[in-house]
């Protein structure tokens, strides 16, 4: 993105008025490019690792319980028999297939393992990057305009106290203080079992369980928001363009989102898709913490029973979302910067 | 419509502005010029009401004191009534927004409600501008320099307001957008009261009517531009008029000696001028009205130094009649003619080497009735032939000390620091065995320099250099003026410089003085003689003045052919001028009638008086006919 805001950075002439495409071609192939690689990896690790593969892909006590017509049957699926190339060619086939592999803790397809955890993750990552970006941003924005004086220096003060904090102990601190000590939220699940709630009641009571989890990730989230934003806020409002708003005769608040904030927002989005990994990480502790069922706590329990298609299949799957969000940031990002929506 | 009144700002105790007071007018355009640091920009965010620092004073507008208007108000006034255009073209514009956007916004933010207007008064005003409306919807990573000067431009003025503060609008951009730009500046400049705060003097001088020089935070001059330009009056106006380069004037680049400093106490240019008295560092000069200019300076500007009016004559030929010239301080004044028309005996006439049948001499102001030994401290000449001039018995520490011995400045030792100090001015070897040189062991830049040296060695105000430099090829003569130039620049040294080499005369003289038969016949900036001479003897002057080039090249007819295909060209000189009337040193007409081609009746029975013709003096009859001669 950055190389090729440097390298055309002069758009041609004529196609000031076609309307941008969303998004080009060339970051389209980026992110495929990067979904390949991984792939391979996943592929050739197993592949290369001392012994057999069967042991790599099923781990070490899998293959003791194995009978030889299970193995046999194994080693046939994966084409284990067959020259690498086609062994490659048929486990991309059963991906796309949908095929992640058995798990036999589980004794299910891996995907339809998944398939039940992945929306509680979607659901507390994407809340918590939403709202850690926006809280983050919004306070980023009102004490990097008022540098200096008491909001932002009691902003400043207090969130970088929690930015010491990781988010699991982040979890646990919140967990002790309104679960075990005030009783506010229940301690553990996403929902309340058996309760048999529908519709508003259903929504009440999933953001009740919600709460605190997504409140740990939050926390600490918010911190890298705001302080890019606090600084970058800083850096907007001395630039020559603020004077010229200000010459125009600009109300303060105007100046300060429209202006200021809109410039300030680029890095943060850019910020946002990095950090994202790091986040999709930090729901994983905060999961186990919590007891909540996504794909953290999943992760934990095929990690305790050595499920290794299980865990292969989960990582793969984190992959593709991270993968994707980033992907829509970059579309949000050509939104946001002309620079970079006719760069192509 | 706008009045400052003692305005004051400072920036962290620093004072910027020092007691600023102007008025504008509707319709005037008032540049205000200087070097960067003198407050310029600070001036212009203080009528805005975006100055980060402290101001005191006062700026009426309409006659409301904005200083003490609360804020809200303020911004209503900021970008409907007084806008302003940044400096800074390359990001004065919001990187992610449209041009048209941006326009319109200007339009919205100041109660328009209707976008649909608001976009059509944008429109108006970018097609206004110069961008048309596709380029309007580009954002500005898609616009070159130009393009965003004009976009800048629009933002300010879509509100139509009566007060425009330009920042250097024309900083960074080639001559041509440049020119561009400037005609737009023009057409909106028109109806309003407009501020065009630059140190690109070309700009001001195109733009605006008026011009104020702002030194240290404070205006130290103001008058109509054109005056300014060809009569600056302060020595920093001069200073600066000096270093910037342009095609019109012709003298060699010469800038201010020292660096500003905000911390000066009285005026804050004694510390860099060269003109400086004792009252000068103790107390601000206030400022006055001077002719058509306000000027403070405790000197009144600069000064005329030497005014000079003489006649003398040898028996029956008279030599010099009634030559009145005027020196001022740090400047050149070339004395230009042919052999014999007095040029020599002025300068001797002068220095009281020659007793004048008539004289009149003022030297700094006061006359000058007997050459006392404190006239030749503050006068001294340089003659024409240095080998000649430097008594062969002396070697070169006798010679430079000799008027120290004369005026008794100082012990031994003191005149000889003195001597070696004046030597490596004139940047000749101050050691003893160059000390003990004779004239014969010198070549004749050397001798020069020496001669140079002695004139120096006392500290003059006032140097007259009678062809000085004749003697010497080129490259000598060419170091020889650097460092007469560079004392000038250094000193505020005034030369007389007498030459009969109108090429030498462009390069290094502020004012030239055109001689013939004792009669100065045209006088006034160099640059405007030597691109339009009015005097038919002028012309013949710079018609044969030294030029490198293949003239058999050049078409027939134009300025550079004149020489070599005289005839055909109408106006000018040809080369061979004919005698129309026998030569006589009495004849009561013009002094060139019998060599001039244009001369008619009048010319032989009347002598034409030397007249202003605005900025210079000619003495013609009948100059070109596109100049009016301005009566008196």
């Known amino acids: 993105m950055q190389e090729c805001v440097q390298t055309r950075h002069v758009p041609i002439r ?34 290369l690792m001392p012994g057999d593969p069967l042991q790599a892909i099923y781990g070490n006590e899998a293959l003791l319980v194995m009978t030889p017509e299970l193995q046999e049957e194994l080693t046939h699926r994966f084409s284990l028999d067959r020259p690498l190339g086609e062994q490659y060619a048929s486990y991309l086939l059963s991906l796309c297939r949908g095929d992640l592999g058995h798990s036999y803790y589980y004794n299910a397809p891996v995907l339809k393992v998944i398939s039940g955890f992945l929306p509680w993750t979607l659901l507390l990552t994407g809340l918590a990057l939403v709202i850690s970006t926006l809280v983050g941003f919004f306070l980023g924005v009102e004490s990097g305009s008022r540098r200096g004086r008491p909001l932002d220096q009691v902003l400043l003060g207090s969130i970088m106290l929690f930015s010491g904090f990781p988010d699991f102990f982040m979890g646990i601190m919140l967990l002790l203080f309104f679960g075990v000590f005030l009783s506010l939220v229940p301690l553990s699940g996403a929902l309340t ?152 | 419509m706008l009045t400052i009144k003692n305005l004051k700002a400072s920036y962290n105790g620093l004072q910027i502005l020092k007691d600023i007071n102007l008025n504008l007018e509707k319709g005037q355009v008032l540049s205000v010029i200087g070097e960067s640091g003198t407050g310029k920009t600070t001036l212009g965010r203080a009528v805005m009401g975006l100055l980060e620092g402290r101001c005191t004073g006062e700026i009426l507008f309409k006659g409301k004191n ?136 070309s700009t001001a001088a195109d733009l605006s009517t008026h011009m104020a020089v702002l030194y240290g935070g404070r205006i130290v001059e103001l008058g109509a531009t054109g005056d300014m330009l060809t009569g600056p009056r302060h020595a920093y106006t001069r200073g600066l008029l000096r270093s910037y380069p342009n095609m019109t004037t012709t003298k060699d680049l010469q800038g201010i000696p020292g660096r500003m400093s905000h911390h000066v106490e009285g005026c804050p240019f004694h510390p860099r001028c060269t003109q400086r008295i004792r009252i000068c560092s103790a107390e601000a000069p206030l400022p006055a009205v001077e002719g058509n200019r306000l000027i403070a300076c405790h000197r009144g500007g600069i000064v005329p130094l030497l005014e000079v009016r003489c006649s003398k004559s040898f028996g029956p030929l008279k030599v010099l009649q ?148 004749s003697a010497l090829d080129a490259s000598v003569q060419a170091k020889i003026l650097k460092l007469m130039m560079n004392l000038q620049e250094k000193r505020g040294l005034s030369i007389m410089f007498i030459t009969h080499d109108l090429a030498l005369a462009k390069k290094i003289s502020d004012r030239l003085a055109v001689l013939l038969k004792g009669r100065i016949v045209e006088e006034g900036p160099t640059s405007e003689i030597i691109y339009h001479p009015l005097h038919p003897y002028t012309r013949a002057l710079i018609d044969y003045a030294p030029l490198l080039e293949d003239r058999s090249a050049r078409p027939a007819g134009s300025r550079w052919a004149r020489r070599t295909h005289s005839g055909t060209c109408g106006n000018s000189l040809q080369a061979a001028p004919r005698l129309k009337r026998p030569p006589s040193a009495t004849s009561t007409g013009c002094p060139y009638a019998n060599r001039c081609l244009a001369v008619k009746d009048r010319c032989l029975e009347e002598r034409p008086e030397l007249i202003a013709c605005s900025p210079r003096k000619v003495a013609c009859f009948y100059p070109p006919v596109d100049y009016k001669i301005q009566s008196n």
């Open chain 2, 66 to 201: 904005l200083l003490t208007c609360p804020e809200e108000e303020r911004r209503r006034i900021r970008g409907r009534e007084i806008a302003m255009v940044f400096q800074n073209v390359e990001d004065g514009l919001h990187p992610l927004y449209s041009i048209l956007y941006q326009v319109m916004e200007a339009v919205l933010i100041h109660g328009l409600t209707d976008k649909k207007a608001a976009e059509k008064r944008a429109c108006e005003v970018l097609e206004l501008v110069g961008l048309d409306n596709r380029r309007s919807l580009a954002y500005p990573h898609q616009l070159s320099g130009g393009e965003k000067q004009r976009a800048l431009i629009a933002l300010a003025v879509v509100n139509n307001p009566d007060i425009l503060i330009l920042d250097e609008p024309t900083a960074s951009l080639d001559a041509l957008t440049k020119a561009e730009i400037i005609a737009v500046l023009r057409r909106i400049t028109r109806e309003k009261a407009s501020l065009v705060i630059t140190h690109d003097i």
């Open chain 1, 14 to 47: 004529n196609k000031v008025f076609k309307k941008a495409s969303v998004l080009n071609k060339a970051s389209i192939i980026n992110y495929v490019v990067a979904l390949l690689i991984i792939l391979t990896m996943n592929f050739f690790i197993p592949r």
């Open chain 1, 193 to 344: 079992p058996y309760a048999g709630h529908s519709g508003l009641m259903l929504v009440a009571d999933l953001l009740h369980h919600l709460a605190l989890p997504l409140a740990a990730l939050v926390l600490v989230r918010l911190t890298a928001t705001y302080l890019l934003t606090r600084s970058t806020m800083i850096t907007t409002l001395g630039e020559a363009f603020i004077l010229t708003a200000k010459a125009k005769g600009c109300p303060e608040r105007i100046i300060r989102y429209r202006h200021a904030g809109r410039n300030t927002l680029l890095p943060v989005v850019t910020a946002a898709g990095l950090q994202f990994a790091h986040l999709v990480t930090g729901t994983l502790f905060v999961e186990i913490v919590f007891s909540y069922p996504g794909l953290g706590s999943l992760l934990y329990k095929s990690l305790l029973t050595r499920d290794y298609p299980l865990m292969a299949g989960i990582l793969l799957v984190l992959t593709v979302v991270v993968l994707t969000i980033n992907l829509l940031l970059d579309v949000f990002y050509s939104k946001l910067d002309p620079r970079v929506a006719k760069c192509t």
């Open chain 2, 322 to 469: 009634d030559v009145e010239c005027i020196l001022h301080e740090g400047e050149t004044l070339a004395l230009i003619g042919e052999s014999g028309s007095g040029k020599t005996t002025l300068a001797k006439t002068v220095m009281g080497l020659l007793k004048a049948d008539e004289e009149e001499i003022r030297l700094e102001g006061k006359k000058v009735t007997r050459r006392t030994i404190d006239f030749y401290k503050r006068i001294q000449m340089i003659f024409q032939n240095p080998g000649e001039s430097i008594s062969h018995r002396m070697n070169v520490l006798q010679t430079v000390k000799e008027p120290l011995d004369i005026h008794k400045t100082g012990n031994e030792e003191e005149k000889l620091e003195r001597v070696r100090q004046v030597l490596n001015e004139v940047e000749l070897p101050g050691d003893d065995a160059f000390l003990k040189k004779y004239p014969h062991h010198l070549s004749g830049g050397e001798a020069q320099r020496v001669a140079i040296a002695r004139a120096l060695v006392l500290n003059p105000k006032v140097l007259i250099a009678d062809e000085s430099t």
